[in-house]
């Protein structure tokens, strides 16, 4: 769990893609029960322990900014071949049994149909309204990529600046809105482990009751983990961005964004609008989707998520 708090880990070096052979409904004539199917399977999961939405985003998240939505992040490392799994931020992303049970159910209705790459998108979105979140249609045909490489891993950490954020949420064709909203849309679930925010614990700035408990909490072995949103940790709503106005914010991102003139103002709307939030993040997830996808003859259809094709 080390990082549901990864959300924030920003990429670098992305190039925005041409999306024309993603579409609404891609399934429909091939397999028309696939949204469904991942639906069921999620809910499922979710109903049974409330983490799933907070797996699920780290998991697209940390799959599309490197090299592209293309399922890259689900494949296992071998002792003859390490994977993007291998590299220790991504130790703690979890939820893969989720993608395999449904590609499992996919592949018994509709074999070599439905892409790991557009499992992962659906499953996300789904979570997501299950937590409160925004209810948003995702474009399909992804395809799956043939690449899994730990040296294409480039994540920054919690105290990236406002600057270096936006230059790389700029460099896929993201606005300053978005990229507060995906920031804090990924922060309002899930949790922090305590090394992630030692600089935060010594600010005098943040709020001295959260700092005294937050010094309490972290005090355990093994590095424990706080809650990011104090308040409503398992909904995704706008109630993070109304505790980086209060100086409660645990990660420095999060502290930095209300802190810094280019984004003080989106964060104080956000804070106050929960339909502008959800507006904005289900613009966010959208988009974020779309990164660098494989699509038409490129990549394959992969039938087992954890490995390649023969």
Not at 37 to 60: C, E, K, P, S, Y
Not at 114 to 123: G, H, L
Not at 266 to 280: H, R
Request: charged content about 25%.
């Amino acid at each position: 769990m080390r990082a549901i708090a990864a959300w924030f880990f920003i990429f670098c070096y992305l190039v925005p893609s041409v999306f024309a052979q993603l579409r609404h409904g891609f399934y429909d004539g091939t397999c028309p029960p696939a949204e469904s199917i991942v639906g069921r399977v999620v809910f499922n999961h979710w109903d049974r322990n409330r983490t799933v939405t907070a797996a699920l985003l780290r998991m697209q998240f940390h799959d599309c900014v490197v090299k592209g939505c293309d399922a890259s992040l689900l494949i296992d490392p071998t002792t003859e071949r390490p994977s993007e799994k291998s590299v220790g931020r991504n130790a703690g992303v979890r939820g893969f049994e989720i993608i395999d049970e449904a590609k499992k159910e996919l592949e018994l209705v509709c074999p070599k149909t439905v892409s790991c790459a557009d499992i992962v998108t659906i499953a996300t979105r789904d979570s997501i309204a299950l937590a409160g979140g925004p209810k948003f249609k995702v474009r399909t045909g992804r395809r799956d990529g043939l690449r899994s490489n730990p040296s294409d891993v480039k994540l920054l950490g919690p105290t990236v600046s406002v600057a270096t954020s936006i230059k790389a949420f700029k460099s896929i064709g993201f606005n300053v809105s978005t990229m507060v909203a995906l920031i804090g849309g990924g922060h309002t679930v899930g949790v922090a482990h305590c090394s992630l925010f030692q600089d935060r614990i010594k600010d005098p700035k943040m709020d001295s009751k959260l700092r005294a408990k937050l010094k309490k909490s972290c005090r355990g072995p093994n590095d424990p983990s706080v809650f990011m949103d104090q308040n409503t940790p398992f909904r995704v709503d706008n109630e993070i961005y109304r505790q980086m106005i209060q100086q409660r914010a645990i990660l420095r991102i999060d502290d930095n964004l209300i802190r810094d003139g280019s984004t003080r103002s989106i964060v104080s709307d956000f804070a106050y609008n929960n339909k502008l939030f959800k507006e904005s993040f289900a613009e966010a997830m959208q988009k974020m989707g779309e990164i660098g996808v494989l699509t038409g003859d490129s990549g394959e259809i992969r039938t087992n998520c954890r490995a390649f094709n023969n």
